[in-house]
């Protein structure tokens, strides 16, 4: 067994969050930023030395606890992926949040290490109730990160929060114990090849979904995002839009494609069905916000939607386009949120009608500010197009109808990004407040340089990442392939006679 | 031929150091070095060019970088230079360096110039790598790159709320088209395999007469493909339906408009069905749509184009309807053709442009036509190039000897539409040459001919009264110029009556009824020869020597590219061991075009000068003509002023129900329903049984973790059980 890395990266944080609770506020920053930083660094060894092909299991460590309850740890490209979005994210929020958290520093600083350790942990765990205690315990700081550092109906988000939660985790917490006792096993690579019974898996895939669709968050079941995302503080919304609203889409290609795959198969349309409506509904709900993290938090509804009709192809565009969007959206959404927080601690509002102009004095703002937003939107060359592409080209070749739905969301979301965009940057400054906005500071230009620079290093050679997960992909592939659906083109071979109409001008012509 | 990689990257690198240059450099280092960038890129094409004009280049692929890899989708950045792309290379950088050249002396005033600069160059970027692209992705990256691009540029002055408007307008526009492209781009990678170009157009021959499904019906294969692939051309080239976006893109200064919405980006999508053409090729249908579609819009927008006021919307509408000549040119098989008059059209109509910003420049950024006149003596060198360029566009010729640009290119269109066995589409053509020629000759006349017009004009009134201050000569600081604009637009715009400042459609608004008084425009139909005579003491300057040059080279193309080139572009004989392939060369359709009867051939002629003499006889000997037949047939005149209604019926039909929807679904979607239902109504009943056991201050974090404990504690206990 080689170095636990994947260990130490949880351990890091956790003794850093625990020290913080006995350090001035000061020193709690310093801790914070230490400690995340040394886990980026760990993260980038960690995907250096991940053996692109290799193994499907990487980094594998294991120990007993007692009875079958297991310390077991590993990674597939999928699980590295997300880890290094985790730690990447992760010093940006304690640097988002330097200024802006005045009271209890110490505690909020804990609070925010400690769901560092349990984002990671949830990627990292190879063992069903390892996962289950990182995956649910991940919410318990972010409660309190709205709770106690939100806005003022910071109770009301967080309630709404736990109640949608609340059924969906008990559902699936039942299923895993069915499973865990029919398979005989705890792990989770183990119940990757496990195959139910398929009236059975539509069961458990259901108690699943249950859980991961409210993490998701799918339509209906949305509208505690726009609330939590009003209430939480700029960094909470960075790391919930960043690497929390993924659980739900790593759920999914972890535990409902690889161990349901008929019962995936099946239930294609539901999920087809409610992705479909999800892009159309919340694009026009997004349109006509005034509040920006509303706008952000609808439009993360329906980019997830783009990530759920990926995973459900069932094939690799679908698939890897849904892991770049989640890669993306990652990246993105967390800087439109670094964005609004930006001008929301020098004006106090997110009221989008009381900005205007500040292409005037903040022109470096402005400048990334069109960067994420123009990502947002999917142009070629930003991360969210590769992942849209691919993720959309997969659908289609399931379902046309469902593809050609879901391709309006390019449409509506120009519409609500530039709209967005327009009210706040353009025009003329809106008032003498507006005007006395100074320009980015650099600090606020060191916390949203990097996350430019990644999204345009995904949407130019995204091969770095989409490298890691082939091997994933083919392996899911391979696993789900009998349950595929056949999609409605089937397209018929060509005869190689062009149909008669008026075709009185090629016979004759010099083919190219 | 590693040229092609200065010339697409040296724009992107100038575009990037003058976009980050610090203000502190000035605007010189900047300008100098984009300008420099694109002068370069055009010396480096124009040999590629001649390389293909002599034969003596074959078509080449230099690879980049690798893109996206996923499953057998496999696609990489490569520039691909073959005849089809030497055709744009050269249009696109040669172009593009003079209008470099002209924003010297056209922005000079204007603070904001580096970023300018820094958005022209990219534009021109992104345009290379769409036309150099060896897939449909790379195809698509340019595609939208361009949009961005022009997206800023329309809305380079963003303090003017129209300007933001028509930017916004553009890219959503735009994006109704690529939603087209980019379920196409689907569709031809599930039945090919592939996206790249030379491997789809191999095999679609092959494919003709197979059927696919598609959304709820099947049909044949290659047509859906390409209908879905030419939806996204219908938008980049503003073809009827989704044309709206181009006149309101002309609030974008003016270089940008003889750039981007005359030369070069609004010919991406002749471009795509010329790159694509064998795959169009394999479906009647999807031909005949697109000359239906081109024909429609040729003749649509020369209708609109007689009664605009704005010389830059005249412009605009020309431009829509001759890329509807190159579409139904395409449509009928004749892609050497179009292409030949996409050439031919970027020179005259660029100049056009570039003549139109030389005299709005004049005129203290007046655009409305009315306010003009007798302006052939004060500005010489404009007026000689704009009349060079309206020879050109109204094809102005001498049967069986040569002609100005136009007389070859757009008269090939219609000889080959009736040839190839659409007498339609070429009637069509012939009329709405009429209506070319009648707009063209109309906007020459107002502008140059007759009794100077310019004391009623605020423009002018406010530069004299700069001027009488002392506070500024002539060299009027631009850009207060246009926050001027900005401040006092509802004023001006009334009291002008000027279509243009109304009539585009704020399209985004919540509430469309409250800020878009625009709506309805405020249009008045007071004649120009109504409008008081005189000078007010106004004198117009001929513009800088940066924006004459331009001006005279782009002369040179308008006068003799279609004499000089239809030598490879069209004619039979030589054509098709230019093109090499690159497009579908139909060496029988090109015969045929010689053998069409003696009127035919005569016909762009006969209405060229009928329409000239219209012009004439409504504009110079009876002034009054026009305000009587626009009272006479106030319907018709109505119609065309307002460009049929157009933005009204969108605005009634797509923008208002979104945001009402939009609000529909929240309110009573969201919160009335799902949240009232769900999470609302379920803490009412948490609340109550709480209340109940009388321990609601536990507080919801303590009761899931409560839960999560049971939970873990009935695992654990199965755990050291099993």
């Not at chain 1, 709900?285 to 938090?297: E, N, R």
Request: charged share 10%.
């Amino acid at each position: 067994m080689s170095f636990p890395i994947l260990s130490l990266m949880l351990a890091i944080p956790a003794a850093a969050a625990v020290a913080c609770l006995f350090l001035s506020a000061s020193a709690a920053r310093w801790t914070a930023l230490a400690a995340t930083l040394a886990n980026l660094a760990l993260g980038v060894v960690l995907w250096l030395s991940y053996d692109v092909g290799g193994a499907q299991w990487q980094f594998v460590e294991y120990a007993p606890l007692f009875g079958r309850f297991g310390w077991a740890l590993g990674i597939d490209g999928y699980a590295l992926l997300l880890i290094v979005l985790s730690v990447f994210l992760m010093p940006i929020c304690i640097g988002a949040s330097w200024q802006a958290i005045e009271k209890r520093v110490p505690e909020y600083m804990s609070a925010f290490l400690f769901t560092e350790v349990l984002m990671i942990g949830t990627f990292a765990a190879q063992d069903l109730f390892l996962f289950y205690i990182f995956f649910e315990a991940g919410l318990i700081p972010m409660f309190l990160i709205i709770g106690i550092w939100g806005g003022a109906n910071r109770i009301y988000a967080s309630y709404k929060f736990f109640l949608y939660t609340l059924l969906g985790s008990l559902l699936m917490f039942i299923a895993m114990l069915y499973m865990s006792i029919t398979a005989a096993t705890t792990s989770i690579p183990a119940l990757m090849n496990y195959d139910f019974p398929p009236q059975v898996q539509t069961w458990l895939w259901l108690a699943f979904f249950a859980s991961f669709a409210v993490k998701m968050p799918m339509w209906p079941v949305h509208t505690w995002l726009p609330d939590a995302h009003v209430q939480a503080p700029t960094a909470g919304s960075v790391i919930l839009a960043g690497v929390l609203l993924k659980l739900g889409g790593y759920g999914f290609l972890r535990f409902s494609l690889p161990m349901f795959p008929e019962a995936s198969a099946q239930l294609v349309w539901l999920v087809f069905g409610l992705s479909a409506v999800a892009v159309i509904y919340t694009s026009l709900v997004a349109l006509v916000q005034s509040d920006m993290k509303k706008l952000i938090a609808y439009s993360s509804v329906a980019h997830m939607a783009i990530v759920t009709i990926g995973l459900f192809a069932f094939n690799a565009q679908g698939i890897e386009g849904a892991m770049m969007v989640m890669l993306g959206h990652g990246l993105v959404s967390g800087a439109l949120f670094l964005c609004v927080g930006v001008i929301y601690d020098r004006l106090h509002t997110r009221e989008i009608s009381r900005y205007g102009g500040l292409a005037i004095n903040m022109p470096r703002y402005a400048l990334l500010f069109l960067l994420f937003t123009m990502a947002s939107i999917g142009l070629p060359g930003t991360s969210n197009f590769v992942g849209e592409i691919l993720s959309l080209m997969g659908t289609y070749q399931v379902s046309t109808t469902v593809a050609l739905l879901c391709t309006t969301g390019i449409i509506l979301g120009a519409a609500y990004m530039l709209y967005l965009y327009r009210r706040v940057v353009f025009g003329e400054i809106k008032s003498e407040e507006v005007a006395a906005m100074s320009d980015l500071s650099p600090r606020e230009l060191w916390l949203l340089a990097p996350i430019a620079a990644a999204v345009l290093w995904m949407g130019v050679y995204p091969e770095s990442f989409l490298a890691p997960m082939r091997k994933d992909t083919q392996i899911l592939l391979a696993r789900i392939d009998r349950a595929r659906p056949a999609g409605d083109s089937l397209p018929t071979t060509g005869t190689g006679i062009v149909p008669a109409a008026h075709a009185e001008t090629h016979a004759q012509g010099s083919a190219h | 031929m590693t040229s092609i990689l200065f010339i697409v990257f040296v724009p992107l690198v100038a575009a990037i150091v003058a976009g980050f240059a610090n203000k502190s450099f000035g605007a010189t280092l900047p300008k100098a070095i984009t300008t420099g960038g694109l002068f370069l890129a055009s010396a480096l094409s124009w040999p590629i060019f001649i390389g293909f004009l002599t034969g003596a280049n074959e078509a080449t692929v230099t690879p980049v970088l690798h893109f996206i890899h996923s499953g057998t989708f496999d696609v990489s950045w490569a520039l691909r230079v073959d005849a089809l792309t030497a055709v744009m290379l050269v249009v696109i950088t040669s172009v593009s360096a003079l209008v470099h050249l002209y924003s010297w002396g056209y922005m000079a005033e204007d603070p904001d110039q580096s970023r300018f600069f820094a958005y022209l160059s990219l534009f021109t970027f992104a345009m290379l790598m769409l036309v150099t692209a060896d897939n449909l992705i790379q195809m698509f990256f340019g595609w939208e790159g361009v949009g961005l691009a022009s997206y800023l540029l329309i809305g380079f002055w963003f303090r003017k709320p129209s300007a933001n408007a028509a930017a916004i307008k553009a890219f959503v526009v735009n994006r109704v088209g690529d939603l087209g492209f980019m379920l196409g781009i689907f569709g031809t990678y599930l039945v090919f395999n592939t996206v790249s170009i030379p491997a789809i157009l191999a095999a679609a021959p092959s494919m003709a007469g197979s059927t696919i499904g598609f959304l709820w019906f099947r049909a044949d294969t290659m047509t859906v493909l390409c209908l879905l692939l030419f939806v996204g051309a219908m938008g980049k080239s503003a073809q009827l339906g989704l044309h709206t976006w181009l006149p309101d893109a002309m609030e974008g200064p003016t270089p940008v408009s003889a750039l981007i919405h005359a030369a070069t980006m609004v010919t991406a999508g002749v471009f795509m069905v010329c790159r694509l053409s064998p795959m169009f090729q394999t479906s009647p249908t999807a031909m005949g749509f697109v000359t239906f579609i081109g024909a429609a819009t040729c003749l649509f927008a020369a209708t609109v184009g007689t009664t605009q006021t704005d010389i830059k919307r005249v412009i605009a509408y020309s431009t829509c309807s001759q890329l509807g000549y190159m579409f139904f040119a395409a449509g009928v098989g004749a892609y050497g053709a179009a292409m030949f008059h996409l050439f031919t059209h970027a020179f005259f109509k660029a100049l056009l442009f570039l003549g139109a910003g030389s005299v709005i420049h004049a005129m203290h950024h007046e655009q409305d036509m009315r306010y003009y006149g007798g302006l052939r003596k004060a500005i010489p060198i404009t007026f000689w190039g704009m009349l060079l360029g309206t020879l050109a566009i109204t094809g102005v010729g001498i049967y069986g000897v040569g002609g100005f640009a136009g007389y070859h290119s757009k008269d090939a269109i219609i000889e080959v539409a009736w040839a190839a066995g659409s007498p339609a589409a070429s009637m069509v053509g012939v009329f709405a040459a009429l209506l070319t020629s009648f707009y063209s000759w109309r906007l020459m006349f107002l502008t140059f001919w007759g009794e100077p017009r310019w004391a009623a004009s605020e423009h002018i009134q406010h530069a004299l009264h700069d001027a009488h201050g002392g506070a500024h000569d002539h060299a009027h600081d631009a850009h207060h110029d246009h926050a001027h604009d900005a401040h006092g637009h509802e004023a001006h715009a009334a009291e002008h009556g000027s279509a243009h400042a109304h009539g585009h459609d704020d399209a985004h608004h919540p509430d469309p009824a409250g800020e878009d008084a625009g709506h309805a425009p405020a249009v008045e139909s007071r004649g120009f020869n109504e409008i008081p005579k005189g000078t007010g003491g106004y004198h117009p300057h001929e513009s800088p020597v940066a924006m004459l040059i331009p001006l005279i080279v782009l002369s040179i193309g308008a006068v003799a590219s279609g004499f000089v080139f239809h030598h490879w572009f069209i004619d039979p004989e030589t054509a098709g061991g230019f093109w090499k392939g690159a497009l579908y060369f139909n060496e029988h359709l090109m015969h045929e075009m010689h053998q069409v009867p003696l009127l035919v051939q005569l016909a762009a002629t006969i209405v060229m000068l009928s329409g000239l003499l219209i012009a004439y006889l409504t504009y110079i000997r009876s002034p009054e003509a026009p305000a009587k037949f626009a009272d006479t047939f106030q319907p018709l005149y109505q119609f065309l002023l307002r460009k049929w209604y157009f933005d009204e019926l969108y605005h009634f039909l797509f923008v208002r129900p979104a945001f009402a929807i939009g609000r529909l679904l929240w309110h009573r979607g969201d919160e009335g329903t799902i949240d009232r239902f769900g999470p609302n109504g379920s803490a009412w009943v948490v609340q109550v049984g709480s209340r109940v056991a009388g321990r609601l201050q536990t507080g919801y974090v303590y009761t899931y973790a409560f839960v999560m404990l049971i939970g873990l504690t009935a695992a654990i206990t199965w755990a050291i059980a099993g």
